[in-house]
């Protein structure tokens, strides 16, 4: 397995000793990290992991940025993060390395993997999929076509998927497919430019006239 993997792996087992839980208060509570407001989000340890929220995301309802947080903390225990620190070239890129594995973290916990694999074992991979991780897990449509696509960043993995407003694409997210779609590029006919996909229609909750599309082999 690659790093990532490994990575949402351990996101994985540490997060079903705690339930799943996906209220962030409660984890943070479950996990015995405190939570306070400051004057920037951070995770830092005391030694003992505190995370600090800035005051508009400590009061928000969404949960994105916080469970990013508790990301840090996870990668710090699972050792991987030292590694990254020995594998990465300079500062900037190991900063944008933490950043980018904290975000798939904050994905998985957002969105668990028996969520993921349930709307799979339904729908295969295809929209459907995509909407139920949307539904079940109260996450936005962007986010949950990620959690699909890069599930858990499997190396030999071959996924692809894309939000198409009124012929434009609106978002693209993609794991080893190769494609030329790009965002605000426009497409009239996405049946013929993207002839193995699976297509459907968008609820209207979500926004109007948008169409998902998924690629996978």
Same mark, same amino acid.
């Given at each position: 397995?690659?790093?990532?993997?490994?990575?949402?792996?351990?996101?994985?087992?540490?997060?079903a000793?705690?339930?799943?839980?996906?209220?962030?208060?409660?984890?943070?509570?479950?996990l015995d990290?405190?939570?306070?407001?400051?004057?920037?989000?951070?995770?830092?340890?005391?030694?003992?992991?505190?995370?600090?929220?800035?005051?508009?995301?400590?009061?928000?309802?969404?949960t994105?940025?916080?469970?990013?947080?508790?990301?840090?903390?996870?990668?710090r225990?699972?050792?991987?993060?030292?590694?990254?620190?020995?594998?990465?070239?300079?500062?900037?890129?190991?900063?944008?390395?933490?950043?980018?594995y904290?975000?798939?973290?904050?994905?998985?916990?957002?969105?668990?993997?028996? *969520?993921?694999?349930? @709307? /799979?074992?339904?729908?295969?991979?295809?929209?459907?999929? %995509?909407?139920? =991780?949307?539904? &079940?897990?109260?996450?936005?449509?962007?986010?949950?076509?990620?959690?699909?696509?890069?599930?858990?960043?499997?190396?030999?993995a071959?996924?692809?998927?894309?939000?198409?407003?009124?012929?434009?694409v609106?978002?693209?997210?993609?794991?080893?497919?190769?494609?030329?779609?790009?965002?605000?590029?426009? *497409?009239?006919?996405? @049946? /013929?430019?993207?002839?193995?996909?699976?297509?459907?229609? %968008?609820?209207? =909750?979500?926004? &109007?006239?948008?169409?998902?599309?998924?690629?996978?082999?």
């Amino acid at each position: 397995m690659s790093l990532g993997a490994d990575f949402l792996h351990f996101v994985d087992r540490v997060h079903a000793q705690h339930g799943y839980e996906t209220d962030f208060w409660k984890l943070a509570t479950s996990l015995d990290i405190p939570v306070t407001p400051g004057p920037f989000n951070s995770t830092v340890s005391l030694p003992r992991t505190v995370i600090t929220l800035e005051e508009g995301i400590y009061h928000s309802p969404r949960t994105f940025v916080k469970m990013h947080e508790v990301s840090h903390a996870l990668l710090r225990d699972s050792g991987i993060e030292r590694e990254l620190l020995h594998l990465c070239e300079s500062p900037e890129e190991f900063r944008a390395q933490v950043e980018a594995y904290c975000n798939f973290g904050a994905g998985q916990l957002q969105m668990p993997e028996p *969520v993921l694999q349930e @709307a /799979l074992r339904r729908w295969g991979m295809s929209p459907e999929a %995509v909407l139920q =991780v949307a539904e &079940t897990s109260g996450a936005s449509l962007a986010a949950s076509m990620r959690r699909v696509v890069y599930g858990g960043l499997e190396p030999d993995a071959h996924r692809a998927a894309f939000v198409i407003r009124r012929n434009y694409v609106a978002d693209v997210a993609s794991a080893n497919v190769p494609h030329t779609l790009s965002v605000g590029a426009r *497409v009239p006919e996405i @049946a /013929l430019k993207m002839p193995t996909a699976r297509l459907r229609q %968008v609820p209207k =909750v979500y926004g &109007t006239g948008l169409t998902l599309g998924v690629v996978a082999w």
